[in-house]
């Protein structure tokens, strides 16, 4: 009887741990250890072939890390079926502490085979390089709000306050950065990160304009103006979620696409006894975090009410696209206040139950549920 076999491979950087499985033999065999090369893997697929004659298919799979998905296309591109596996979705675990790379391997094999795992979604090759883009500025923009504390610590440290206004980063306030009689090497220290946060804050807004320019393109420009009628959104995270997601097409529900983000409780059932905790931040973080973020625009401004920028935003969607938008404002907006000012809820867990049903509004306007 023809028979499946499942190659598990635990890749590194520098090496490769492979096995593989098969339900005839139920168990974990031919191990190797390669070098950290596809051709090396498909020489053990072509000795595995021979060791295996009577088998129908080989299907191979890693878990997603530091390789991306430069050996799934390398695979894919020579007629290899490859999966890439979601870490925390594999259900077959070792339950010795022992951990090895030729275990790990032999735990992915066991996961294709057995199905307890999810797959992950491979990106087109430009909406992968988009990606990359966008969170190297979003790596920047770390970069500029560490700089920023670090300044603010410095010259707490040494006894000075900013009595110019309430608003840090102004240019009254850095003009009074600039102006502080300081000690020589401290004086000296300040302006060695005021240069850093000069130059991280011109090339964050140098990086904006790029992301914008490419979120106005033939390929991203109808789906971002569809995002950005939502509050909290602009061209950076409506371009992040469609680049990030992909197809949102492949959820099936509204709820689904909550999950894949983390943004749904976790919860723990027995019997009649059911307990639920914070969010499971399983999935997504990147987009997980640009969503609570974006959420953070329903905790202001009045219910209903429109500002200029979102109606600018909104120019060009059709009526039904426009209309979805401002149900989801609307709704999130008041939702908010009551869970804060109502029913006591505090601030930060509103925003993420917010973020959340953000997300359910998302996938329906990409899944062109708006009806």
């Not at 890693?62 to 890439?84: F, M, N, P, W």
């Not at 149900?327 to 505090?346: H, S």
């Amino acid at each position: 009887m023809n028979s499946i076999i499942y190659v598990g491979m635990d890749v590194h950087k520098e090496s490769f741990s492979v096995c593989c499985y098969t339900f005839d033999s139920d168990k974990i065999q031919y191990q190797q250890k390669l070098d950290a090369d596809y051709r090396q893997v498909l020489k053990y697929l072509e000795q595995v072939r021979k060791r295996f004659p009577n088998s129908a298919e080989i299907v191979c799979g890693y878990e997603a890390g530091c390789l991306g998905y430069s050996l799934y296309h390398q695979l894919t591109d020579r007629g290899v079926k490859c999966i890439i596996l979601a870490p925390t979705t594999m259900g077959i675990m070792n339950t010795n502490r022992v951990k090895t790379d030729r275990k790990d391997a032999g735990n992915v094999a066991k996961c294709l085979a057995f199905g307890t795992y999810k797959e992950v979604y491979v990106p087109t090759d430009e909406d992968n390089a988009v990606k990359e883009f966008i969170r190297m500025r979003d790596d920047q923009k770390k970069l500029l709000k560490s700089t920023k504390q670090q300044i603010l610590a410095l010259v707490l440290r040494h006894g000075k306050r900013f009595e110019g206004g309430k608003t840090y980063w102004t240019m009254a306030h850095v003009k009074w950065l600039k102006s502080l009689e300081l000690p020589c090497v401290v004086r000296e220290t300040l302006d060695e990160y005021l240069i850093t946060y000069e130059y991280l804050s011109d090339k964050v807004q140098r990086l904006d304009l790029r992301i914008e320019e490419i979120a106005s393109g033939e390929r991203y420009e109808e789906e971002v103006k569809k995002l950005s009628c939502f509050i909290g959104i602009k061209a950076h995270t409506a371009l992040s979620a469609i680049v990030e997601v992909g197809d949102f097409k492949r959820f099936a529900k509204a709820e689904q696409f909550a999950s894949y983000l983390g943004l749904v409780p976790s919860e723990d059932s027995s019997g009649d006894s059911q307990k639920r905790y914070g969010i499971t931040k399983a999935g997504n973080s990147h987009l997980r975090r640009l969503l609570v973020e974006a959420a953070q625009g329903y905790t202001r401004g009045q219910i209903g009410h429109k500002s200029l920028a979102l109606k600018k935003r909104q120019e060009g969607n059709s009526p039904q696209v426009i209309a979805y938008a401002d149900k989801a404002n609307e709704r999130l907006r008041r939702r908010f206040y009551r869970m804060t000012l109502k029913n006591g809820i505090k601030r930060n867990v509103a925003t993420t139950a917010i973020a959340r049903e953000l997300a359910c509004f998302i996938w329906g306007m990409m899944t062109d549920q708006i009806a």
